[in-house]
């Protein structure tokens, strides 16, 4: 937490004006969504553009909250230029993962930066798995432990397809998190194996659940 770095003031703010420009003007919202429809006919650019708009200020308020939360903590160990290859490489691999659930559904859209600050989010933990993390904002439990649950719980929300949540975005913005900071800082390997290993855990489970075709 503390003083927002530079970098991360770019994005909360590209994020905002985005978003609020969308807000405002619906043409724009309905052309940078993530719309399936508009992706197979060729709007590849959808994938990256929605992750800037959000449906509303709460859905903006929250994600930029979660980001402002654990951006420092990615900065401090990865820098800023890592930092922005977790973000945006975890936001195309959420919506790519969206995609390859969805793409025979024309009519699947989505929008948000909910799949990049996932991976920050998961980033953070792999980087520091002993913090505390407030369920509900009252109960502290391991970052750890909040991940891997979280990573479970979203597995059931794509397999139910519980509420109006992109859950597949979430999930594959947390791998995406998990995968690049392995790249970018190995040492975590032979500091934090066991978690590493915990956390893998609910990646193996949807990959077998997919070969299965039960999700």
């Keep these: ?7 991360t003031i770019i994005i909360i703010a590209v994020n905002i ?15 940078y969504k993530f719309n399936v429809g508009d992706i197979n006919r060729g709007a590849k650019y959808q994938i990256f ?22 951006a420092n903590v990615v900065i401090y160990d990865l820098g800023s ?21 969805h793409k025979n559904e024309s009519s699947y859209t989505a929008v948000g930066a909910s ?3 996932m991976g920050i989010l998961y980033s953070a933990i792999l980087l520091r798995p002993d913090m505390m ?45 998990y995968a690049l900071t392995l790249v970018l800082a190995p040492w975590i390997l032979q500091l934090h194996l066991l978690m590493v290993i915990l956390l893998a855990i609910p990646i193996v489970i949807l990959f077998v659940l997919q070969k299965m075709g039960k999700i």
């Excluded at 937490?1 to 970098?7: A, E, N, W």
């Excluded at 807000?23 to 309905?30: L, S, V, W």
């Excluded at 973000?87 to 919506?95: A, F």
């Design 1 to 7: 937490m503390g003083d927002l770095s530079l970098i």
């Design 17 to 31: 004006l985005v978003s609020f420009k969308g807000f405002k003007d619906r043409a724009f919202f309905e052309k």
């Design 49 to 70: 553009s929605s992750g800037f708009l959000h449906v509303d200020t709460s859905h903006l308020f929250v994600n930029m909250l979660t980001l402002y939360f654990f």
């Design 81 to 101: 230029f890592g930092f922005v290859v977790v973000y945006l490489s975890s936001l195309i691999l959420g919506n790519l993962l969206s995609y390859y659930f």
């Design 115 to 117: 799949g990049a600050v």
């Design 133 to 177: 993390l407030g369920l509900f904002f009252i109960i502290p439990i391991p970052a750890y432990v909040f991940g891997i649950g979280y990573l479970l719980y979203t597995i059931y929300g794509m397999k139910r397809r519980l509420g109006n949540i992109g859950h597949d975005a979430h999930f594959g913005g947390a791998v995406g998190g």
